[in-house]
């Protein structure tokens, strides 16, 4: 009998879910408290806004070296570049790989010192510059600087601002910049929020295959103890018979905390279990192949139309540019873009000036539109608009997918399930043109920029299976906001309250076990009672009586 019992699958999911949900009762709840602070709150950065505050507007009048000479010089062959001031004054040309050359000298951005590091974060907030301090010199990455792209700026100069908001300053010796900022209460807020619901501690995210392993396994493990709780679950569920408990009656052979969790598990069982998948999803564990496969040559190439050509890119065309967009807004920086076989310049409108006292934490930047720009053309500097026309964007979707028949193309005035932002801040029209190809692939050209984004089959699967069920980022509450923060909310305290009810009848089975196997080891002779409780077939059902229509012997092994 005992045998069989042991081969039964009830008890199979009985137990698998009973260790999993003692193993992983607390990770629940601190993903789910963690997770609706992520909502608002990401991780500390340098904000873009404080970045471009303390750069000086463009003025070329001191350049006298070209970016080919500096390319040239330095031996670099960019795909584009970036041309702006640096925060000593003099204007710099700086490339994809992160190196800069100053457009006066053609010298290198030098390294930056301890001192130099320090005199720069007093430059950089000087009503503080009494009490700044040398904090850390960090080879290894921090707790806000592990990200990879993060971590490329090592060594770091962390300085104290002193302030009574506790800021940090990150200055990069490579980069000879500062590169991130926290403060303490955004320190907190990034630990409550990013740091626990990603699992970022840093020694286990300095090593980003074992992190990926840890966190999207242990996700799927989750998902496994959801699954065995719900199915066990329903069958427990007495919805046409009832227990006769202590307490009285009910549908629930169980009592106390884990008639909660049995009922919880039975409404947010779901949502919990496609929130742990959709978390391994996102990591792509366990089904790697769904994601957009690799760009091909021509897509890589397709914007672009051949490598940038930096001789055309001479200093009187430059200065020309500047004046051209002077006449809308004196620009803080021109970046230099290839589109289909000639570069263009585009300038930004610069974000008002920055002032400390405006700053509302080091990771609460908000969401804002892609700030106003004007293309110009190298080869014709007095000439500026804002976007490329629908002709130049179809050479585009042509170039990029050679020979591939259309099944459909259309402006898209509106966000498709594919193509959005909650907040609105992805620019409009763009041109979405799909291919009747093998990988079903979509393409979105936005003529803003001249830029292009590409979603295939696995791309719009992972769309669904992670962001739909992970962000909950369906179209009809999406964009209704406070509808979609309540709706989730609402569903992540349902999630706590099914995963806190199973902390306190796992920390005293817990506390049995390990009284028991004390025990074990100091008696030859073990108790029978405990032997048998251990083993699921305790003649004792802890408060539970045999009800009408239930056979004892298939009472829950949960309950022992």
Same mark, same amino acid.
Not at 86 to 105: M, S
Not at 494 to 506: I, Q
């Given at each position: 009998m005992g045998a069989r019992k042991l081969l039964n699958w009830k008890t199979f999911l009985i137990y698998l879910h009973r260790w999993t949900g003692i193993v992983f009762g607390l990770v629940f709840v601190v993903w789910f408290i963690s997770g609706v602070a992520i909502m608002y709150v990401g991780l500390p950065h340098l904000s873009v806004r404080e970045r471009l505050g303390h750069m000086p507007a463009l003025d070329f009048s001191s350049v006298t070296v070209t970016p080919a000479e500096a390319a040239a010089r330095h031996d670099l062959t960019p795909a584009r570049l970036g041309v702006e001031m640096?925060?000593?004054? $003099?204007?710099? *040309?700086?490339?994809?790989?992160?190196? !800069?050359?100053?457009? %006066?000298?053609g010298d290198r951005v030098g390294r930056a010192s301890r001192e130099q590091a320090i005199e720069m974060i007093r430059r950089w907030v000087p009503q503080f510059a009494g009490t700044v301090q040398y904090d850390a010199y960090l080879t290894e990455p921090?707790?806000?600087?592990?990200?990879?792209?993060?971590?490329?700026?090592?060594?770091?100069?962390?300085? &104290?601002?002193? %302030?009574?908001?506790?800021?940090?300053y990150y200055v990069s010796e490579q980069l000879g910049e500062p590169t991130m900022k926290t403060d303490r209460r955004g320190r907190v807020l990034g630990y409550v929020g990013a740091v626990l619901h990603w699992t970022y501690f840093t020694s286990l995210r300095r090593n980003q295959p074992l992190w990926i392993a840890v966190v999207g396994w242990g996700a799927v493990a989750g998902v496994l103890m959801c699954v065995a709780g719900m199915?066990?679950?329903?069958?427990? @569920?007495?919805?046409? !018979?009832?227990?006769?408990?202590?307490?009285?009656?009910?549908?629930?052979? *169980?009592?106390?905390?884990?008639?909660?969790?049995?009922?919880?598990? =039975?409404?947010?069982?779901?949502?919990?279990?496609?929130?742990?998948?959709s978390g391994a999803m996102s990591l792509s564990v366990p089904f790697p192949s769904i994601r957009n496969a690799p760009a091909t040559d021509a897509q890589r190439t397709a914007v672009a139309g051949s490598p940038l050509d930096l001789e055309l890119i001479t200093i009187d065309r430059m200065r020309t540019a500047l004046a051209t967009l002077g006449l809308s807004f004196v620009p803080k920086q021109i970046d230099v873009h290839q589109f289909r076989g000639q570069p263009y310049f585009i300038g930004y409108r610069p974000p008002g000036p920055y002032a400390y006292a405006d700053e509302i934490g080091a990771n609460e930047e908000q969401a804002a539109p892609r700030p106003e720009h004007r293309i110009i053309p190298v080869g014709n500097p007095t000439v500026a608009f804002t976007r490329f026309t629908g002709d130049r964007m179809?050479?585009?979707? !042509?170039? &990029?997918?050679?020979?591939?028949?259309?099944?459909?193309?259309?402006?898209?005035?509106?966000?498709? &399930?594919?193509?959005?932002?909650?907040?609105? #801040? $992805?620019?409009?029209?763009? @041109?979405?043109?799909?291919?009747?190809?093998?990988?079903?692939?979509?393409? *979105?050209?936005? /003529?803003? =920029?001249?830029?292009?984004? !590409?979603? %295939?089959?696995?791309g719009r699967w992972l769309r669904w299976l992670y962001h739909g069920l992970h962000n909950l980022d369906? /179209?009809?509450?999406? *964009? +209704? $906001? /406070?509808?979609?923060?309540? &709706?989730? #909310?609402? @569903?992540?305290?349902?999630?706590?309250? =099914?995963?806190?009810?199973?902390?306190?009848?796992?920390?005293?089975?817990?506390? +049995?076990?390990?009284?028991?196997?004390?025990?074990?080891l100091v008696t030859p002779k073990t108790d029978s009672r405990l032997r048998l409780a251990d083993r699921g077939w305790s003649a004792r059902v802890g408060g539970l009586e045999q009800s009408r229509g239930d056979n004892s012997a298939d009472a829950d092994p949960a309950l022992r």
């Open positions: 640096f925060y000593d004054g $003099r204007p710099i *040309y700086r490339f994809p790989d992160g190196t !800069k050359v100053y457009a %006066d000298t921090d707790q806000w600087t592990v990200g990879p792209s993060r971590r490329a700026a090592l060594p770091l100069h962390r300085i &104290a601002l002193g %302030d009574p908001a506790g800021t940090m199915v066990v679950g329903f069958v427990r @569920l007495g919805y046409r !018979k009832v227990y006769r408990l202590r307490a009285g009656t009910s549908h629930s052979p *169980y009592s106390g905390w884990m008639k909660w969790h049995h009922y919880s598990g =039975l409404i947010f069982g779901v949502v919990t279990m496609t929130w742990a998948f179809w050479d585009v979707a !042509k170039a &990029a997918m050679p020979g591939v028949p259309i099944r459909d193309a259309a402006w898209l005035q509106e966000y498709d &399930a594919y193509y959005y932002n909650q907040d609105g #801040i $992805r620019p409009l029209p763009v @041109l979405r043109v799909r291919y009747a190809d093998e990988r079903s692939t979509w393409l *979105y050209l936005d /003529p803003n =920029l001249g830029t292009m984004t !590409k979603q %295939d089959i696995g369906f /179209p009809f509450w999406y *964009y +209704r $906001r /406070p509808l979609w923060d309540i &709706a989730v #909310i609402l @569903l992540s305290i349902g999630g706590l309250v =099914l995963s806190a009810t199973t902390l306190l009848p796992s920390w005293r089975r817990l506390v +049995r076990h390990a009284h028991h196997w004390k025990g074990a």
